[in-house]
């Protein structure tokens, strides 16, 4: 039988360590509401995107800007991953490295220059033991990713698209579905697929605009505008998913604790009962050995 | 009849309010806007905006985007909007000088060079 006094040991960490589990679950799932939150709020800005796009769609003009071109030939492309700082979350940024690594490999035979950027302390360290180079890092995004901080990406990008640095970006990040749902996935951002056009077309189109200076000049400026706000989409929807994911981990790692604990104490009950029996015991043994 | 105004940012809708008249910053310059007017798309420059409230003008300072204007409700879509108080002088000086500091070997480069300036000397104006 196991010693009672370990086994009592035992329990009282394991209670420790469901304590700061708990903790931090609720934490995750506080954070988890702010990041939904905001999230939520940043959808005004593309819903009026796409509103002022389907406008100029519906004034007759042809949708064409130098970023939604396809380049004839690819020689650079640009990898941007996007993880979390910290631990404790699960698969979340396993599966995000697990997306990326073949579409590296992919990529790399096809095209002669790569570069890999990361955000997420966990991603630069998991992209370093798996033996792929990273050139940018930013270690500066935690729960509420700043619009500031991811617009100096994003123009970064834009620049070096528009020089002919970088002919091709994609971006690898958790999309967040639902709460139960959360897939890591490898878009390309650049050059842009498409702009999300409106269906709203037919009730709203019926409104004459008058465009300053023109609608050509305002699509000029709205495709970037675009590629931003989807840019930042990406961060937030990869914050919401580490809040998720660290949630889910932490609640099965309560639940976890919870159970070993049950189990410990059954084990220490018995532990104490054979060592008190074994006691009661040697004293009826000594009592009838004195007695006789 | 009064105008309503809306402002959002990529971050939040930052502005929700109801004015007499307002003054938006065009790329080419400042364009008033009263109740009643055509339905209109618009680029907007860096500059102020201005707001003629019951309760006093506001001001603001946009930093580039889109205005729509539809049925008494302004629509602003801007990558950053502050309350012009919040802006500081030598803060924006240097924001200047970096700008000043960029290359312009190349026509694009050169564009980019442009903008940053121009963003920078009207982010100055209007946090003076």
């Given at each position: 039988?196991?010693?009672?006094?370990?086994l009592?040991?035992?329990?009282?960490?394991?209670?420790?360590?469901?304590?700061?589990?708990?903790?931090?679950?609720?934490?995750?799932?506080?954070?988890?509401?702010?990041?939904?939150d905001?999230?939520?709020?940043?959808?005004?800005?593309?819903?009026?995107?796409?509103?002022?796009?389907?406008?100029?769609?519906?004034?007759?003009?042809?949708?064409?800007?130098?970023?939604?071109?396809?380049?004839?030939?690819?020689?650079?492309?640009?990898?941007?991953?996007l993880?979390?700082?910290?631990?404790?979350?699960?698969?979340?940024?396993?599966?995000?490295?697990?997306?990326?690594?073949?579409?590296?490999?992919e990529?790399?035979?096809?095209?002669?220059?790569?570069?890999?950027?990361c955000?997420?302390?966990?991603?630069?360290?998991?992209?370093?033991?798996?033996?792929?180079?990273?050139?940018?890092q930013?270690?500066?995004?935690?729960?509420?990713?700043?619009?500031?901080?991811?617009?100096?990406?994003?123009?970064?990008?834009?620049?070096?698209?528009?020089?002919?640095?970088?002919?091709?970006?994609?971006?690898?990040y958790?999309?967040?579905?639902?709460?139960?749902?959360?897939?890591?996935?490898?878009?390309t951002?650049?050059?842009?697929?498409?702009?999300?056009?409106?269906?709203?077309?037919?009730?709203?189109?019926?409104t004459?605009?008058?465009?300053?200076?023109?609608?050509?000049?305002?699509?000029?400026?709205?495709?970037?505008?675009s590629?931003?706000?989807?840019?930042?989409?990406?961060?937030?929807?990869?914050?919401?998913?580490?809040q998720?994911?660290?949630?889910?981990?932490?609640?099965?790692?309560?639940?976890?604790?919870?159970?070993?604990?049950?189990?410990?104490?059954?084990?220490?009950?018995?532990?104490?009962?054979?060592?008190?029996t074994?006691?009661?015991m040697?004293?009826?043994?000594?009592v009838?050995?004195?007695e006789? | 009849?009064?105008?309503?105004?809306?402002?959002?940012?990529?971050?939040?809708?930052?502005?929700?309010?109801?004015?007499?008249?307002?003054?938006?910053?065009?790329?080419?310059?400042?364009?008033?806007?009263?109740?009643?007017?055509?339905?209109?798309?618009?680029?907007?420059?860096?500059?102020?905006?201005?707001?003629?409230?019951?309760?006093g003008?506001?001001?603001?300072?946009?930093?580039?985007?889109?205005?729509?204007v539809?049925?008494?409700?302004?629509?602003?879509?801007?990558?950053?909007a502050?309350p012009?108080?919040?802006?500081?002088?030598?803060?924006?000086?240097?924001?200047?000088?970096?700008?000043?500091?960029?290359?312009?070997?190349?026509?694009?480069?050169?564009?980019?060079?442009a903008?940053?300036?121009?963003?920078?000397?009207?982010?100055?104006?209007?946090?003076?």
């Open positions: 039988m196991a010693n009672a006094r370990a009592d040991k035992r329990r009282k960490s394991i209670r420790n360590i469901r304590k700061i589990t708990r903790t931090m679950e609720l934490i995750a799932t506080a954070r988890y509401k702010k990041a939904m905001r999230a939520h709020a940043a959808t005004a800005y593309t819903d009026q995107l796409t509103k002022i796009v389907s406008q100029l769609a519906a004034a007759g003009l042809q949708v064409s800007h130098p970023l939604l071109e396809q380049r004839p030939e690819t020689n650079h492309a640009r990898m941007l991953v993880t979390s700082n910290r631990g404790l979350c699960g698969g979340y940024n396993g599966s995000v490295l697990r997306e990326v690594m073949p579409r590296i490999a990529l790399r035979e096809n095209i002669p220059d790569v570069v890999v950027d955000s997420g302390k966990r991603g630069i360290d998991g992209l370093a033991f798996r033996g792929v180079e990273t050139d940018q930013f270690r500066n995004f935690e729960d509420q990713p700043a619009f500031d901080e991811v617009d100096k990406i994003a123009s970064h990008y834009l620049n070096l698209f528009i020089t002919g640095k970088m002919d091709r970006l994609d971006i690898a958790t999309k967040f579905i639902s709460t139960s749902k959360q897939i890591a996935k490898v878009e951002l650049l050059p842009l697929a498409s702009l999300d056009e409106g269906d709203d077309v037919g009730e709203s189109g019926i004459e605009y008058e465009f300053l200076p023109s609608a050509e000049s305002i699509l000029e400026e709205i495709v970037p505008a590629f931003k706000a989807r840019l930042f989409k990406c961060f937030l929807d990869a914050a919401v998913s580490e998720v994911a660290r949630m889910i981990a932490m609640k099965g790692a309560t639940e976890n604790a919870g159970d070993m604990i049950k189990q410990l104490s059954m084990t220490y009950n018995r532990a104490r009962q054979g060592q008190i074994g006691e009661i040697e004293i009826i043994g000594g009838e050995a004195l006789g | 009849m009064s105008l309503r105004c809306i402002v959002v940012t990529p971050e939040k809708t930052e502005l929700d309010c109801e004015a007499n008249a307002i003054n938006l910053p065009m790329f080419d310059g400042s364009l008033g806007v009263l109740p009643g007017r055509a339905p209109m798309i618009g680029r907007l420059g860096f500059g102020t905006l201005l707001l003629e409230t019951a309760a003008p506001q001001k603001y300072f946009v930093d580039g985007g889109f205005a729509q539809e049925d008494n409700v302004v629509n602003l879509l801007t990558e950053r502050l012009v108080d919040m802006l500081d002088v030598g803060e924006s000086e240097k924001v200047l000088l970096e700008a000043l500091e960029l290359p312009s070997n190349t026509p694009e480069l050169a564009a980019i060079k903008t940053a300036v121009l963003r920078a000397r009207c982010q100055l104006r209007s946090a003076r």
